[in-house]
């Protein structure tokens, strides 16, 4: 959240929508489940390789990164891989969840390991989709 010099709120440009504070809570539920099983990256470089490799399969965006150029191409790159993406208000809070002490910007979960049913709840309501649906559909596919 930033503020102009007259103290009025201007929304970042990279931010496509808002997340309830309910879906944060789960989503930082999931990323400390999938730190303790699964597979992350972390951190815009390692975010941005995850997603044009196409290795991701959820991007999570800090919102309150200055300056904003640093995150911006994230939203536009997972939307052109497919790639489903959320964002959190506190980068200190999702370095937090996956373990740092240091705030982190974005994070790319690549396995969920055992925290796939809690990462397809936080999808269905980011996305408003059903994704048990999506990886039934995704190996069928590849079985052709």
Known sequence: MRFNNQGVYMADSYIKF??????VAKTYE??????QSGRLKKGINEVTKSAERGIA??????????PE??????????EQKNIPYSYVPSKLELGKAIGMNVPCAAVAVENPGNAKEALNEVLSKVTGKSHK???????ESKKE
């Not at 640093?70 to 536009?76: A, C, D, N």
């Not at 649906?133 to 190996?139: I, L, M, R, S, Y």
């Open 18 to 23: 808002k997340v309830s504070s309910d879906v």
């Open 133 to 139: 649906k999506e990886e039934k559909e995704a190996k």
């Open 30 to 35: 999931a990323l400390q489940m999938t730190k």
């Open 57 to 66: 399969t959820f991007v999570v965006i800090a919102e309150d990164i200055t």
């Open 69 to 78: 150029e640093v995150v911006m191409h994230l939203p536009g790159l997972c």
